[in-house]
């Protein structure tokens, strides 16, 4: 069975509760309600229900926090095994506001979180090394960002070698200018990124915050990896990939957009579950713009499980031959 690694980092979430912007004047804003996420852990969770062997490798404290993320990926289907616990840390904190069209904003407390610390513990070498037992690494510009430069450097070295036993290395770009010390470092961390990954999953909203004014052309071309997904401002994904390109339009929505929280975070678990069971590119593209489509219709990061979509059978693929 085929397997993933995501690497990253999941966050307390503070979510405005339904009718908490009605408090009163000096309220602090009305209720909020307590829950988990981070962009790849999201993505974990889905590939999860999409019946993939998925684990997911980061950093948390030893307190109660910590184990009921713990106990909610299990519940999930999603390994903790490469899970590192770090006696008197803890998780980051964020809080998301929406605006009347589902749009979110972010606001995060993490500087001290056990996540940032994965690369320089002595557990890390070994987690490293596991990496060359998957069929796929997966992470995000999130991911990267929370790590020094010494740490990046620790990670691709050890995701260089994993490819040398056929792991094949997917790259999400989702971009968050906070994250980052300035924009010229994110472009460095892109740059190794690119040169290093077997599939990048990008978007225009990502890479035009990074290179602005450029052209469509002008930003697939900055990425020399042979298949590429780069999602438009509309629903519709452009793919380059050996041996062709295409474009992929999502169907249109039947549903009024409620949350765009983890939009692309399920689309990358759909197409990277798709790619796995040998669909091609295009048809794993459509799975991806499917997912995203329902997400976006609920409130949260993880919609109920009865919303998931039918599965969908493709040709069967052979561990480390898979997404090829």
């Known amino acids: 069975m085929a397997s993933v690694a995501c690497i990253g980092e999941c966050m307390v979430e503070l979510r405005q509760a339904q009718g908490g912007a009605s408090a009163a004047p000096g309220q602090g804003g009305g209720l909020y309600s307590r829950g988990f996420g981070g962009d790849t852990l999201n993505t974990a969770v889905y590939l999860a229900r999409l019946e993939i062997k998925v684990d997911y490798l980061t950093a948390l404290g030893d307190d109660a926090l910590s184990a ?48 940032r610390q994965l690369m320089n513990l002595p557990e890390t070498d070994e987690l490293l090394n596991s990496l060359m037992s998957y069929d796929i690494i997966y992470l995000s510009a999130i991911t990267l960002s929370i790590y020094d430069a010494a740490g990046r450097e620790r990670l691709f070295a050890a995701i260089k070698r994993a490819r040398l036993l056929g792991t094949r290395f997917v790259f999400d770009t ?18 190794a990124a690119f040169a290093a990954a077997d599939i990048v999953l990008t978007s225009t909203e990502d890479l035009l915050a990074l290179y602005p004014g450029e052209t469509h052309e002008q930003l697939m071309a900055r990425i020399p990896t042979p298949e590429l997904v780069f999602r438009l401002a ?10 062709g390109t295409s474009e992929v339009r999502a169907e249109p929505m039947t549903k009024p957009v409620v949350d765009t929280t983890a939009a692309g975070d399920s689309f990358a678990a759909a197409y990277i579950a798709a790619r796995l069971a040998g669909a091609e590119p295009d048809e794993a593209a459509q799975a991806g713009h499917r997912l995203a489509s329902l997400v976006i219709c609920y409130p949260g990061a993880i919609i109920p499980g009865y919303a998931m979509p039918p ?8 561990s480390r031959q898979a997404a090829k």
């Open 234 to 243: 509309e629903p519709v994904s452009l793919l380059r990939f050996p041996g």
């Open 68 to 115: 009921e993320m713990i106990a909610a990926w299990n519940a999930e289907g999603v390994g903790t095994r490469r899970v590192v616990r770090l006696p008197g840390k803890l998780p980051g904190l964020y809080m998301i506001q929406l605006d009347a069209k589902g749009e979110r904003q972010f606001f995060h407390w993490r500087d001290s979180a056990a996540a």
């Open 311 to 318: 599965k969908k059978r493709h040709r069967p693929a052979a």
């Open 174 to 191: 989702n971009f968050r200018a906070r994250g980052w010390p300035d924009r010229d470092v994110a472009r460095e961390v892109f740059a």
